[in-house]
């Protein structure tokens, strides 16, 4: 997509003020706070500029969430678990047991070396200091190594769900108990991808193909979007439709020469919604009401232009402000 340099939307704004050159030290600090400021109100107008919108991306569920752990390298362990796959029972090695097989393990999110388990016993287990594992032939995962368990589930009756856990046995100088959460939550960041801003939809399995897929209802909160109602517990993926994240400009000295891209589609806008904001710091208010007029015609011929695209149609079918696009 076209962009156009920051240096260009600065130097029109300020030919547009009329300085004759360019502004003073203060001003240009002046002007590329307003130009964020138009920047963030622009990219908020829709939820699905060409440029910022990403379809149907797969991203990872996490399962669980543990917190209340204070002691024992406990910020290694107060995180979210993903379903990575079940266990093998053996080591990457093959030379020892480690687990139950054909039982869930789950990795951290955050500290990718915390795992959750069943050993031999059939007992859950928290463990850290695990390297690495391995995926097998047939799909099961083999840990480097049992790693240093943290917590071993202690009751009688041993439970297949770990948010069914009642006891717990503290080791290695942890302290507890674990606080268990069971969730389907789909966390703004992934590594290796986008940061999402806004989630738009979200289906189980690639959608805005050939053949339909499953939408699934959802709720945002501070850590992501939450899945109501998942088709199975095993899904350890979903595919996300989304709003990349915003991100302002940086740009704090030698703005004249600056080449920050800018979108072209915000071009204009910015650089009338600007000078609108200049000539209300300057008391120009009816001058000011004129311009913004200016700014708001070009900002509304970019949001038609993804109404022929029919973005507004399908990806942003169900959904149509910030406000109802998302479950709460």
Same mark, same amino acid.
């Given at each position: 997509?076209?962009?156009?340099?920051?240096?260009?939307?600065?130097?029109?704004?300020?030919?547009?003020?009329?300085?004759?050159?360019?502004?003073?030290?203060?001003?240009?600090?002046?002007?590329?706070?307003?130009? +964020?400021?138009?920047?963030?109100?622009?990219?908020?107008?829709?939820?699905?500029?060409?440029?910022?919108?990403?379809?149907?991306?797969?991203?990872?569920?996490?399962?669980?969430?543990?917190?209340?752990?204070?002691?024992?390298?406990?910020?290694?362990?107060?995180?979210?678990?993903?379903?990575?796959?079940?266990?093998?029972?053996?080591?990457?090695?093959?030379?020892?047991?480690?687990?139950?097989?054909?039982?869930?393990?789950?990795?951290?999110?955050?500290?990718?070396?915390?795992?959750?388990?069943?050993?031999?016993?059939?007992?859950?287990?928290?463990?850290?200091?695990?390297?690495?594992?391995?995926?097998?032939?047939?799909?099961?995962?083999?840990?480097?190594?049992?790693?240093?368990?943290?917590?071993?589930?202690?009751?009688?009756?041993?439970?297949?769900?770990?948010?069914?856990?009642?006891?717990?046995?503290?080791?290695?100088?942890?302290?507890?108990?674990?606080?268990?959460?069971?969730?389907?939550?789909?966390?703004?960041?992934?590594?290796?991808?986008?940061?999402?801003?806004?989630? +738009?939809?979200?289906?189980?399995?690639?959608?805005?193909?050939?053949?339909?897929?499953?939408?699934?209802?959802?709720?945002?909160?501070?850590?992501?979007?939450?899945?109501?109602?998942?088709?199975?517990?095993?899904?350890?993926?979903?595919?996300?439709?989304?709003?990349?994240?915003?991100?302002?400009?940086?740009?704090?000295?030698?703005?004249?020469?600056?080449?920050?891209?800018?979108?072209?589609?915000?071009?204009?806008?910015?650089?009338?919604?600007?000078?609108?904001?200049?000539?209300?710091?300057?008391?120009?208010?009816?001058?000011?009401?004129?311009?913004?007029?200016?700014?708001?015609?070009?900002?509304?011929?970019?949001?038609?232009?993804?109404?022929?695209?029919? +973005?507004?149609?399908?990806? +942003?079918?169900?959904?149509?402000?910030?406000?109802?696009?998302?479950?709460?």
């Amino acid at each position: 997509m076209q962009t156009r340099d920051y240096k260009d939307l600065f130097r029109l704004t300020s030919s547009m003020i009329g300085t004759g050159g360019e502004l003073s030290a203060d001003e240009q600090t002046q002007v590329s706070n307003f130009i +964020n400021r138009r920047f963030q109100q622009a990219f908020d107008e829709s939820p699905v500029w060409p440029r910022y919108l990403v379809s149907s991306e797969k991203r990872e569920i996490y399962s669980y969430n543990i917190s209340g752990i204070t002691n024992g390298q406990h910020t290694q362990m107060n995180q979210n678990y993903k379903l990575i796959g079940l266990n093998s029972g053996r080591n990457i090695a093959d030379d020892a047991d480690i687990g139950k097989s054909a039982t869930n393990v789950y990795q951290g999110g955050s500290t990718d070396t915390t795992f959750i388990y069943k050993n031999t016993s059939n007992a859950w287990v928290i463990a850290t200091s695990i390297s690495s594992f391995e995926v097998g032939a047939d799909g099961t995962i083999s840990l480097e190594s049992a790693g240093t368990v943290k917590f071993t589930e202690a009751d009688t009756v041993k439970k297949d769900l770990i948010q069914d856990v009642v006891t717990w046995t503290e080791n290695d100088n942890s302290l507890g108990p674990p606080i268990i959460s069971l969730k389907n939550l789909i966390p703004y960041t992934e590594t290796g991808k986008n940061s999402i801003g806004d989630f +738009n939809r979200i289906h189980r399995r690639a959608a805005f193909l050939n053949d339909s897929s499953l939408e699934y209802e959802f709720f945002v909160d501070f850590d992501g979007a939450n899945i109501l109602n998942i088709a199975n517990s095993t899904d350890d993926k979903a595919f996300v439709s989304y709003k990349k994240q915003f991100t302002p400009y940086t740009v704090t000295s030698d703005f004249y020469n600056s080449t920050a891209e800018v979108p072209a589609e915000f071009f204009n806008y910015i650089a009338h919604a600007v000078y609108a904001d200049f000539l209300r710091v300057q008391n120009r208010q009816q001058e000011a009401l004129a311009e913004e007029q200016v700014a708001q015609t070009y900002l509304t011929l970019e949001l038609e232009k993804i109404d022929i695209l029919s +973005n507004n149609n399908t990806i +942003n079918k169900r959904f149509s402000t910030y406000v109802n696009r998302q479950a709460r």
